[in-house]
Each structure stands twice: as structure tokens, then as C-alpha cells.
């Protein structure tokens, strides 16, 4: 194992981030924060309360979730296919590195950027909304789980895509809807009987509601079931990795 290489991908993705804070951390905190303000604040307050939890509350585990999936794949997307386009792909295909230390270095970066914008989310909504921590070990472990689930997510699309708007048709396209029907704004059990079964299909439900679980000990979905379904994505996107390098796919624009 090449820790050198790993270390000299991790740090320039994290170095290009800190040129970038106002695209890549103010933006995503800003963009959140309204929502904090219209939904938590304005509308929240004119809401009852949601499986015991104010409906400013409750909707946080899901703006993070929001916030958190389509950096993820935005910043590993991003993060792989910038050097095809530009052609410097080169320098690193030449270089004595290997896939594994390839996949580490960006996955391991983008994974990275989205927990500290998420914790940033978090502290951010504080200043809107109270709210409590029940089991602070599991949302760490689901912000992390999820961080580097959806990064390899996007290191993969960044492999398919062969133009700027392909890196796009997938967060804007599936990302963001699924998670908007995904309960981040309310319970599913608000839903008819027919919609709770079919928004049961929907893998971003088990995301949100492990998360939320963490946050408030209760969730329309078991804890254990989520977790199953977050490691279970994540083993399906390291099977993907491993068969499309296997397979001798090259990192060429």
C-alpha cells in the first residue's frame, strides 16, 4: 500500500477545497440555512409536533441528509473527473500508484468534505432550532457510513460520465428527488397506507430515518434495518469499483 499517494490525492482534493470555500462549504451551509428559516423557523412554528418531536427538529436529520448525499457525489464526481477532462489523468496513470490507492485517496477526500459540512449543518441549526442528540456514537457512525457510501457513489459516476452534464443527471435528476420523498420533510407515516409501502422502495427512506433515530430514538423505520440497507449500498458500490477496475476499465477522458 502506497501511503504517500494516498496522502499526496487526499491532500490536493482537500487543498482545492479550501480554495473553494465559498463554493464548496459556505454555499451548501447557506442554502440549508433558509431552509432552517422557512421550514423550521416560519412554517415549524405554526406546525404541531411530529412522533413527539417539533417539526423544526424534526426536519434536521433530513436537511443534513439532503446536503450531505449530493455533496458527496458532487465532490468525488467532481474530484475524478476534473483531471480526465483536463488531461493530467496522465500524471497519475503513469505514477506507481494503484486503483485501490486511487479510489482511497479521492473517496477518502470527498467522504471528508461532507462530514465537516455536515457537522457545520448541524452546528448551523443550532442557532434556529433546539434540538438533542439521543445517540451521538450512531450519528456519527451514520454520517460517516453515508459520507463515504455516497462518495464512492460518485467516484463512480465520475468514471461514466464523459461530459460536465452527465455529472449532474444523477444528483439533480435522482438524487434530490428521491430524498425529498425520502421523509426528510415528514413522517411517512403521514402517507396513505398505499404510499407508505411503495416509499418503502425507496433506499434514501432508510438513510433518513437511521439518522433521525440517532437524533431522537425514534424513526417510521427499525434502526437495525437501516443500518442493514446503508452497509448493504455501500458493499454494492465497492462491488461496482471492483468490477469496473477488474474489468480494465482506464481512467481516460
Known amino acids: 500500500m502506497n501511503l504517500y499517494a494516498i496522502r499526496a490525492i487526499y491532500r490536493f482534493e482537500m487543498a482545492r477545497t479550501f480554495r473553494t470555500l465559498m463554493q464548496s462549504i459556505a454555499s451548501p451551509v447557506l442554502s440549508t440555512s433558509l431552509y432552517f428559516v422557512v421550514f423550521g423557523a416560519a412554517i ?14 424534526f426536519i434536521i436529520p433530513g436537511l ?12 468525488a464526481s467532481f474530484g475524478i473527473y476534473m483531471p480526465k477532462w483536463a488531461g493530467t489523468i496522465y500524471e497519475l496513470l503513469s505514477a506507481p500508484v494503484s486503483y485501490v490507492e486511487v479510489v482511497l485517496g479521492y473517496v477518502g477526500a470527498a467522504a471528508t468534505k461532507s462530514v465537516i459540512l455536515g457537522l457545520l449543518i448541524l452546528v448551523t441549526a443550532r442557532l434556529f432550532v433546539a434540538y438533542e442528540i439521543q445517540h451521538p456514537f450512531w450519528m456519527v457512525a451514520f454520517l460517516l457510513l453515508t459520507a463515504v457510501t455516497f462518495s464512492l457513489f460518485g467516484f463512480i459516476i465520475g468514471l461514466w460520465a464523459d461530459d460536465f452534464q452527465k455529472l449532474q443527471v444523477v444528483p439533480l435528476m435522482v438524487i434530490t428527488p428521491l430524498t425529498f420523498l425520502g421523509g426528510s420533510f415528514y413522517s ?34 427499525d434502526v437495525v434495518v437501516s443500518a442493514g440497507a446503508t452497509v448493504g449500498f455501500l458493499l454494492v458500490c465497492l462491488g461496482i469499483v471492483w468490477w469496473i477496475f477488474r474489468t480494465g476499465w482506464k481512467l481516460k477522458s
Open 44 to 57: 415549524g412554528s405554526r406546525m404541531g409536533d411530529v412522533g413527539g418531536v417539533s417539526y423544526g427538529a
Open 64 to 75: 443534513i441528509m439532503l446536503s450531505l448525499l449530493n455533496e458527496s457525489i458532487s465532490n
Open 188 to 221: 411517512i407515516s403521514m402517507l396513505p397506507p398505499v404510499w407508505q409501502k411503495i416509499t418503502l422502495f425507496n433506499p434514501v427512506v432508510y438513510l433518513v430515518n437511521g439518522f433521525r433515530w440517532s437524533f431522537y430514538g425514534t424513526a417510521d423505520v
